[in-house]
């Protein structure tokens, strides 16, 4: 009976043979977890938000019938996040952007600019602004809990939601 193909091999060709396997493997598992696990340091991320009409007759159907663009905001733990929001339709109606705790926000609103333009209003450590017809507001947090937390404007709910998504 004759040996395996490992008995032709000598200690030191075993030896590396098991040296690279192990290399190989290692760095396989190595790039997967690095993959799995992919930390991002903190940074300021900034998102333009703006109201939208939806194109039916709210007086028919007694709904409201605005929408946040875009719905959704996705930002990672730790995260400074700044929203340009801007009322952008001409019917004269205001808007609340509304932030649920455990967040609060810092906020600037700012007035018409065909009118004038300036400065409206400044809040600090809210969890609701209004906006006028055609004002901005510049609201800025850090992004300190994970999860997914609705923004919604309070005037024109149920239609009127958004969500700020807080990986980490």
Excluded at 4 to 9: A, V
Excluded at 39 to 58: G, I, M, Q, W
Aim: hydrophobic share 40%; net charge negative; with cysteine.
């Amino acid at each position: 009976m004759t040996g395996s193909g490992f008995g032709k091999l000598s200690t030191g060709r075993l030896l590396i043979v098991a040296a690279v396997i192990a290399i190989v493997s290692g760095a396989s598992v190595g790039l997967g977890v690095g993959y799995v696990i992919h930390y991002n340091a903190p940074t300021t991320r900034t998102f333009y938000l703006f109201d939208r009409s939806l194109p039916f007759n709210e007086s028919l159907f007694n709904i409201p019938h605005d929408t946040f663009v875009p719905d959704t905001v996705t930002v990672n733990k730790g995260d400074h996040v700044v929203i340009h929001f801007s009322d952008i339709e001409s019917t004269p109606e205001g808007h609340t952007f509304n932030l649920d705790p455990p967040y609060t926000f810092d906020a600037v609103v700012y007035k018409d600019v065909t009118k004038g333009g300036g400065v409206a209003g400044t809040f600090s450590k809210v969890g609701s602004v209004f906006m006028g017809q055609s004002q901005t507001a510049t609201i800025t947090f850090t992004a300190n809990w994970a999860g997914t937390f609705p923004y919604y404007c309070a005037i024109h709910q149920p239609t009127m939601t958004g969500y700020l998504v807080v990986i980490g």
